[in-house]
C-alpha cells in the first residue's frame, strides 16, 4: 500500500463536499492499468466538483478530476508497458470512476491514448476534455461535410476552454472564424492570437425571439446552450451544421424548428465522455496536426495541485480563462 494526495468528495447530508486528502492506494478502482498521474485539468464539470456542486460526481467517496495525464506504472492491457505515457478524458473518470485530480489513478487501458509526439505531457493536459470536445465538435462538422470553402464558423465561450482550443483549431484548419464571448473588449487580443477573424459580443446573437436571422455563418461550435444557441442556429446558412457540447450559459434550448424546416440545417450533439478508442484516437490526431502548441500556452495556466479548488472559481463565475493545467507531481 502506498499514500497518495488526491480530491476526494464525500458524502455530506445536503449532497457532497470535496476535500484534499491523503488517500490509501487500496481505494483505488479495478483498472487494468495504473497510472502515476504527472497533471490533471480543470473543466467546467471539475469545477462543480470541486465545490459541492451536484450533477457530476456519481457515487461517493470519489476522487473528482475528469481529466488524466501520467505514466503507466502497471498494466495488464496488451497495448501499455510501464513508462508510457498516456492520457485520459472522461470516460467516466471523475464521475462514476475515481479521477485524476490525484497522484495515482487506476483506469481501463483500453480509453488510454498516448502522448503525442508534438506535446508534452503538461500540454496535453492543458489540451483535456475541453480541447478533446473542441476537436470531436470539428471532426463531426466536417464528417456533415463541412470545408473552409463553405464559409465562416462561429464559436460561442470562445474566452473558455472548448471555446478557445476550438477557435485555434479551426483557423489553423483553414476556417474563418467568428469568436462570440461576453468580454469582446478584454478578450480581443487573446481571440485575434488564437486565429479569430471576428469577435462579436454574445448579445448580438439575441434574435429577440424570431427564430431566424440573417444567413451569415455555415458551421458553429456552442458550448454554451441557451439564448445563444437558439440565436446560432437562427443564422446558420442553408444546409449548414452545429455542434452542442456545453451548457455554460443554460440547459434550456428556446429555439425553434424553423431552422431545421425551412433552411434544412443540423444540430449535432457531443458527448466527449463516452468516445469510443477511434475516434479518442482521431480527435487526438487533429489536435496534433492543427493546435500550435505555442498558441495553447496563451490561453494556459499552471496551478500546483493544492490549489486545484481556488482555481476553480472563475469558470462558475461564468468566466473561464482559457485552460488550467494542475501539476500533480
Ligand atoms: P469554461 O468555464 O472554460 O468556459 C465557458 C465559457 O462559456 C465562458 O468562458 C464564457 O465565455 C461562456 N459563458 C459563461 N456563461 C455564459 C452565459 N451565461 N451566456 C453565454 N456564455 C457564457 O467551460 P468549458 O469551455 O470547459 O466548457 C463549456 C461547456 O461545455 C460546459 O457546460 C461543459 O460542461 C461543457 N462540456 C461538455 C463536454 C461534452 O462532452 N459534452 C466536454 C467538455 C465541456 P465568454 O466569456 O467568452 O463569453
Redesign the pocket.
Same mark, same amino acid.
Given at each position: 500500500m502506498t499514500t497518495f494526495p488526491g480530491w476526494i468528495a464525500r458524502e455530506t447530508p445536503d449532497g457532497h463536499r470535496t476535500t484534499l486528502e491523503e488517500l490509501d492506494s487500496g481505494i483505488l478502482d479495478d483498472g487494468d492499468t495504473t497510472l502515476r498521474v504527472h497533471y490533471s485539468s480543470l473543466?467546467?464539470?471539475d469545477?462543480l466538483a470541486l465545490h459541492g456542486r451536484p450533477g457530476v460526481v456519481r457515487r461517493r467517496p470519489l476522487v473528482v478530476g475528469i481529466d488524466v495525464t501520467g505514466e503507466v506504472v502497471a498494466s495488464r492491457h496488451p497495448r501499455w508497458r510501464s513508462g508510457d505515457l498516456v492520457t485520459l478524458n472522461?470516460a467516466g473518470l471523475g464521475e462514476e470512476r475515481h479521477g485524476g485530480l490525484a497522484g495515482l489513478a487506476a483506469v481501463d487501458g483500453e480509453h488510454l491514448v498516448p502522448v503525442p509526439d508534438r506535446f508534452t505531457p503538461a500540454r496535453t493536459a492543458a489540451i483535456g476534455?475541453?480541447g478533446?470536445?473542441a476537436a470531436?465538435s470539428l471532426l463531426a462538422l466536417e464528417r456533415q461535410g463541412l470545408t473552409p470553402a463553405h464559409g465562416p464558423v462561429l464559436v460561442?465561450?470562445? %474566452? *473558455?476552454? $472548448?471555446?478557445?482550443v476550438a477557435v485555434a483549431l479551426l483557423a489553423d484548419s483553414g476556417y474563418e472564424v467568428i469568436a462570440?464571448?461576453?468580454?469582446p473588449d478584454s478578450?480581443h487580443e487573446r481571440l485575434t492570437t488564437l486565429g479569430a477573424a471576428h469577435i462579436v459580443d454574445?448579445s448580438e446573437l439575441d434574435t429577440g425571439g424570431k427564430p431566424l436571422a440573417k444567413q451569415r455563418w455555415a458551421g458553429v461550435v456552442d458550448?454554451? %446552450? *441557451?439564448p $445563444?444557441l437558439a440565436g446560432a442556429l437562427a443564422g446558420l446558412r442553408h444546409s449548414g451544421t452545429a455542434t452542442t457540447?456545453?451548457?455554460?450559459?443554460?440547459a434550456a434550448f428556446p429555439g425553434n424548428v424553423m431552422p431545421f424546416i425551412l433552411r434544412g440545417v443540423s444540430l449535432l450533439g457531443?458527448?466527449?465522455?463516452r468516445t469510443p478508442h477511434d475516434r479518442r484516437e482521431a480527435a487526438w490526431q487533429l489536435l496534433a496536426r492543427h493546435l500550435d502548441p505555442d498558441l495553447l500556452d496563451t490561453v494556459t495556466r499552471h496551478v500546483p495541485l493544492t490549489a486545484a479548488q481556488d482555481a476553480a472559481d472563475?469558470?462558475l463565475a461564468?468566466?473561464?480563462?482559457?485552460r488550467t493545467v494542475v501539476d500533480v507531481r
Open positions: 473543466n467546467y464539470k469545477a472522461g476534455t475541453a478533446f470536445t470531436l460561442t465561450g470562445a %474566452g *473558455g476552454g $472548448v471555446g478557445s462570440v464571448t461576453g468580454r478578450l454574445r458550448a454554451v %446552450g *441557451g $445563444v457540447c456545453g451548457l455554460a450559459a443554460s457531443i458527448d466527449s465522455v472563475d469558470a461564468g468566466h473561464g480563462t482559457g
